[in-house]
């Protein structure tokens, strides 16, 4: 319910019972009855033939006795006096012009309808009797202006003052030479003060330091609380039969009214949001649940408390992180924490829970937040194994299927089978590829015309080829089976069965890997020294098919593993002895997943089967490389795209490269994994990530005599043309290590101001100083 | 799983958020209090707080961290309508090994309380965005990345809405972009999600979408980290918790010069109501894969996608840290082995055989 008037409201008061309200400002001066759905205007003040500034008025107040009394405050300086029973248009009674400076308020006597106190800018406040029509008495603070006084309720005598300075004083009216205590409620001005309807001891204060202060005045002032508000406070009034709420509207910014618990000062306990400018009067209807309020937006609201925005409720009362490590940082308001409890129907209630009743309108005590960390120390959500890759993987220096072979080992370890996996296909797709200068190659003459037969001889029959491949199935088994070592039985005979089924549908598989074949010559040997656990499967054909192959196929794994002894690799360490390779770590590595061993197989086949056009895997590769992108495994894709370098005949698009390579080295420095951020940089062939550490390396000098930028060499100054830095013993240019005294800033080599310092004490300039060496 | 470790954060009113800095060594923590402080992870694996300091005349709603790039440095904003840029002084501590912070700006524009303020991506450089609840998306710059006391407003973006929260897309290849969620209460209003995107012709943010689903009103709202995807999640805490994907559609690259903003196609990926409550904050892990989403209920729960992309409960959390207490916790269970990769059963390595598909592109996987 609101009214609009034509000008901006200074400030309002009621009357008694509540029931009439007047409105005063500028240009406004106007008693409103309060029906039940709307204010209805009873009389207008501001009227009469010459309008001075004793109409206007900063500040109103209802006469709480007599209900036809009023006081107005105008900014010349008058106080002036308004009877309604007046029976002429005029209701202005008595113009008392004894301040001379604004007078900011006006109070009436709780209970003493003639006495009517004002506080000026003048810094005076001056009781008026208004039987007498005069001045009573005249209290002077020795302050600055007076901004607020108020009669006390509970004390016939005693009111309250509150100062520019930021003072609050008490003051008796029998004494009126000197205040009773005086105390400094604000660092800024103090704007307003309002005396706790309840408690007499209670007095509230605020002002433009923005806070409301609440004393306990009953022997020496004590701040009792604090609120903080937002904005310079220009009126308090506390809420009536509610001890702990106090109503605030600011003087500028906050066009609410704030009604706070001064239990909890942190946020407003209601806010009302109806005035479109700043408020300038509240006042409550002698209801806890209902209040005036005036507003320089020209507009008079009752405000129903029901009507109230809670900002609390709009609190966001959980807070939640995640960090790199996977941990979460939690912060919960132990509210949340207790409903779920009883939700849950959990027991044990922690013990500074406290339970809190459902009625939410007037509840409002302290709220609180436990916060907790949940640190990761599971895989799921952990990224150990990012941090485990990025640090093991290796990703140069060594031949591609030697890098593959490494890589797929380290994911393996860290479980991550489906990036082994890719590892090791792009170990057959690539390993062939690469020109290494390794022992085998020269083996690989003597076996590949061998191998280079059978093709040809099996390339004519074509059935052959199926055969052969159910053949080197059941070779397998009898290899696992006769060989007896596998103690993972479950899984191996899974694998064997999964071996036969595919058998069949392994058709496809071998066509594509036949591909490879053709691509390269000596693909037999490279698969051969390298795919460790197919090896078995590869022995037990090469002793079906050609016995003689053997021997040179055991010479190539030796070559190899001693290539690679310092490699941690257990899986490498298990093809020691070729004839016994199926033992019990190599079962568990590689048949602990049999699904993943299983292409192996068929790809093993390959170099058995029948010959095909060449195949194009690269897209396929960049696909897989997307796929992990995709899926947020952007380690994979960069370690894989630097590993093959410029061998991917489809180049990946360049912005997604970079997009991986930024995106990984982000990644890595967020785990503080330079030394490795700066190894994929280097390594890097895209121009854009490559370039990222030759930013800000340059180092710019300046020359110590000019104190000019050198612009060539760091010793030779261009302009003075004078040595720099020169050496304070022997006046060389320092190259290496300069040392110098911290307190005269002199110095040289290290060697000559050690042999100085050790027989001298003072600088070996001459500048007087005593250097310290340490 | 979980370790819960709690912290004695004796703030005096409720924490509205909580951030790890980059490396997540660092945690700030903001309160109603009107404090942040600042934790820092000890060798020992301790939180201590080295940093506590009010920062505001009201609740302080959300604190972030800038990339450590820039120093260390932390944006808050607050109830008393301001937001704020904090640098902690290097190398000078007091007593007790408490870090000095100084305010460095104080940005106070927005004529209502400043909801959420969010540092832009690394690339874009010192860049600020907040929104306000009347609505109002402002994005600051500090043109001078070593002077953090000079900020100017660079665009105001009217979202018609009260702004809840903010997110930058994390993206470096993409335009830059923003989306903007709204707590409005009212259903029939609309879409609560808008994005914004900066277009470099005009040099101005303009709605490119808005995502009309989520019509309740939304309380947080992240992107998941980008890395290498074309697609770009979004997690969006409302009623319930939803991740919506938006793929850039391609464009040419004529129509790039000339028409106006990005298209995308999006999808509604998953969506949670086991929360049965309000949803109040998301958080995504450094790779984007695991969703951590916190409600009324008391409880996180982490969602994670399977291979197939759904996305599953994988993790159930009692906010008060007594530890993980799962009523479906024997599915739960079942779908960590699957999800955790480290299975060494078969069934888990069967899918992720299927996974491999661009190398066995053509014929069935071998263990159908």
């Known amino acids: ?774 | 799983m979980f370790v819960a470790r709690s912290i004695p954060a004796d703030h005096k009113d409720l924490i509205h958020d909580v951030a790890f800095d980059f490396h997540g060594r660092r945690m700030a923590t903001c309160s109603s209090d009107q404090n942040v402080k600042v934790w820092d992870l000890g060798e020992d694996g301790h939180w201590t707080c080295t940093a506590n300091w009010k920062t505001h005349s009201g609740s302080v709603w959300k604190v972030t961290w800038a990339h450590p790039e820039f120093g260390q440095v932390i944006a808050t904003c607050s109830f008393d309508r301001t937001a704020a840029v904090w640098e902690e002084l290097v190398g000078e501590s007091t007593e007790h090994g408490q870090k000095n912070w100084v305010k460095r700006t104080s940005l106070v524009d927005s004529r209502t309380s400043v909801t959420d303020v969010q540092f832009a991506p690394k690339h874009l450089g010192l860049q600020l965005a907040t929104c306000s609840a009347d609505g109002i998306v402002r994005i600051y710059e500090a043109p001078d990345v070593m002077n953090l006391s000079q900020w100017s407003l660079q665009h105001e973006i009217s979202c018609k809405l009260s702004c809840s929260c903010i997110s930058w897309n994390p993206s470096r290849v993409h335009q830059p972009m923003i989306a903007v969620g709204s707590d409005d209460a009212n259903p029939s209003g609309g879409g609560k999600v808008q994005i914004y995107e900066y277009n470099d012709n005009s040099r101005k943010w303009s709605k490119v979408e808005t995502i009309t689903v989520v019509t309740e009103s939304v309380k947080d709202i992240q992107f998941a980290p980008n890395l290498g995807r074309s697609y770009h999640l979004l997690g969006i805490a409302s009623k319930d918790v939803r991740i919506i994907s938006l793929k850039p559609l391609r464009r040419d690259q004529s129509s790039t010069q000339t028409s106006g903003h990005s298209k995308f196609d999006l999808r509604q990926v998953a969506q949670f109501d086991e929360h049965n409550a309000q949803v109040w904050r998301l958080s995504w892990n450094v790779t984007g894969t695991v969703l951590a989403s916190s409600g009324d209920d008391g409880c996180v729960r982490l969602w994670k996608a399977n291979y197939l992309d759904n996305w599953k409960c994988i993790s159930v959390l009692k906010g008060d840290g007594s530890n993980v207490k799962l009523q479906e916790s024997s599915q739960v269970q079942q779908q960590q082995q699957t999800l955790s990769g480290g299975a060494m059963n078969g069934t888990s390595s069967c899918l992720y055989q299927n996974k491999v598909y661009p190398i066995v592109p053509q014929g069935k996987p071998p263990c159908h």
């Open chain 1, 1 to 774: 319910m609101h009214t609009v008037i034509e000008a901006p409201i200074n400030a309002i008061s009621t009357n008694k019972d509540a029931s009439q309200v007047v409105v005063a400002g500028r240009n406004v001066f106007r008693v409103f009855s309060i029906e039940d759905d709307a204010f209805v205007e009873r009389c207008n003040l501001r009227v009469g033939k010459n309008l001075n500034l004793n109409f206007s008025a900063a500040d109103v107040t209802w006469n709480p006795v007599e209900d036809h009394l009023l006081a107005s405050a105008a900014t010349n300086g008058a106080v002036v006096t308004w009877n309604l029973n007046k029976p002429s248009r005029s209701k202005q009674e008595l113009v008392f012009n004894e301040h001379k400076r604004t007078v900011n308020r006006v109070c009436f006597h709780s209970t003493e309808a003639n006495l009517l106190l004002s506080g000026s800018q003048d810094g005076f406040m001056k009781l008026f009797d208004l039987r007498k029509k005069e001045v009573n008495c005249t209290f002077s603070g020795q302050s600055e202006s007076v901004r607020d006084v108020q009669f006390c309720p509970h004390h016939y005598f005693q009111f309250a003052a509150a100062y520019e300075n930021g003072n609050l004083q008490l003051w008796d009216l029998r004494r009126p030479d000197k205040w009773e205590k005086m105390f400094t409620a604000h660092s800024g001005p103090a704007f307003t003060l309002d005396w706790h309807p309840d408690d007499k001891n209670w007095i509230a204060s605020a002002g433009r330091d923005r806070s409301i202060k609440i004393w306990e005045i009953s022997h020496k002032p004590r701040l009792l609380h604090t609120v903080q508000t937002i904005a310079s406070v220009a009126r308090v009034k506390w809420r009536p039969s509610r001890k702990y709420h106090i109503s605030s509207c600011s003087l500028l910014v906050d066009h609410n009214v704030n009604v706070w618990d001064i239990r909890r000062p942190y946020i407003p306990f209601a806010s009302f949001e109806e005035h479109r400018d700043v408020v300038t009067g509240i006042m409550w209807k002698n209801d806890p649940y209902v209040f005036l309020s005036g507003s320089k937006d020209c507009t008079v609201y009752q405000h129903m408390f029901k009507d109230a925005v809670r900002p609390a409720d709009r609190a966001n009362p959980i807070g939640i992180d995640t960090n790199v490590n996977g941990d979460l940082g939690l912060a919960f308001s132990d509210k949340l924490l207790v409903a779920g409890k009883s939700q849950t129907g959990s027991s044990m209630l922690p013990h500074f829970f406290r339970s809190k009743g459902p009625d939410r309108s007037e509840q409002f005590t302290m709220a609180s937040s436990s916060a907790v960390i949940f640190e990761s120390v599971d895989k799921s959500t952990g990224l150990e194994w990012f941090i485990e890759c990025a640090t093991r993987y290796q990703l140069s220096g060594k031949s591609v299927e030697d890098l593959c072979d490494h890589n797929a080992a380290v994911a393996g370890s860290l479980n991550k089978h489906q990036v082994a996996q890719t590892w090791r296909i792009l170990k057959l797709l690539y390993g062939g590829n690469t020109a290494t200068p390794c022992p085998p190659r020269t083996v690989s003459v003597i076996g590949s015309p061998a191998v280079g037969e059978a093709h040809k001889a099996e390339s004519e029959k074509v059935n052959l080829k199926q055969q052969l491949d159910g053949h080197l199935v059941q070779d397998h088994n009898r290899s696992t089976h006769t060989d007896g070592e596998n103690k993972d039985t479950g899984d191996t005979s899974t694998a064997v069965s999964e071996d036969e089924s595919d058998a069949e549908s392994s058709l496809s598989l071998t066509n594509i890997a036949s591909g490879q074949v053709n691509q390269q010559g000596d693909f037999f040997f490279g698969d051969g020294e390298l795919e460790t656990f197919d090896y078995p499967v590869t022995m037990a054909n090469m002793d079906s098919m050609q016995d003689w192959t053997l021997p040179t196929e055991a010479i190539p794994l030796r070559h190899e593993i001693q290539d690679r002894l310092d490699s941690p690799d257990p899986l490498q360490n298990a093809t020691d002895s070729p004839s016994s390779a199926n033992e019990s770590e190599f079962s568990s590595q590689a048949f602990g997943n049999a699904e993943n061993a299983t292409p192996m197989y068929n790809l093993q086949a390959i170099p058995f089967a029948s010959q095909n056009p060449p195949w194009e895997f690269s897209h396929l590769v960049c696909d897989m490389l997307e796929y992990f992108a995709e899926q947020g495994d952007v380690q994979t894709s960069v370690s894989v795209l630097i590993i093959l370098g410029n061998k991917m005949k489809t180049p990946v698009e360049d912005q997604k490269q970079e997009q991986w390579f930024m995106a990984y080295l982000e990644l890595l420095t967020r785990f503080r994994l330079w030394g490795i951020a700066n190894e994929v940089i280097k390594l890097s062939s895209h121009r854009a990530v490559a370039s990222l550490n030759q930013q800000s390396t340059t180092v710019h000098t300046n020359c110590n005599k000019c104190f000019k930028p050198l612009t060539r060499a760091g010793w030779l100054c261009d302009r003075c043309k004078a040595l720099t830095s020169t050496c304070s013993i022997c006046h060389l240019p320092v190259k290496g290590l300069f040392a110098w005294c911290q307190g005269c800033s002199h110095g040289g080599h290290l060697e000559h101001l050690r042999e100085w310092l050790m027989t001298h004490k003072h600088c070996p300039t001459g500048c007087g100083h005593i250097c310290e060496y340490t």
